[in-house]
């Protein structure tokens, strides 16, 4: 998928756990590690606005588009 998900480069950046994220943005752990391992086919823009709150990011920081070969 053309689309990069960077939320754990953010967690990291932030020193930041998925479980305090999940608590923070109001996602379960289940949909945040879809959304985490690039398995998720949508995000909702309140769900990345949350996420980009939570972080104090932009969602440039999340999504990556990564051209395919």
């Not at 305090?20 to 379960?28: A, C, K, P, W």
């Not at 752990?29 to 690039?38: D, H």
Request: proline share 4%; hydrophobic share 45%; with cysteine.
């Amino acid at each position: 998928m053309p689309i990069r998900i960077n939320v754990d480069v953010m967690l990291a950046k932030r020193k930041m756990s998925v479980t305090e994220l999940s608590e923070r943005v109001g996602i379960t752990m289940a949909n945040l590690s879809i959304l985490k391992n690039g398995k998720a086919k949508a995000i909702r823009f309140s769900t990345l606005e949350a996420i980009c709150k939570a972080l104090d990011c932009q969602p440039g920081d999340i999504l990556e588009y990564v051209p395919e070969e």
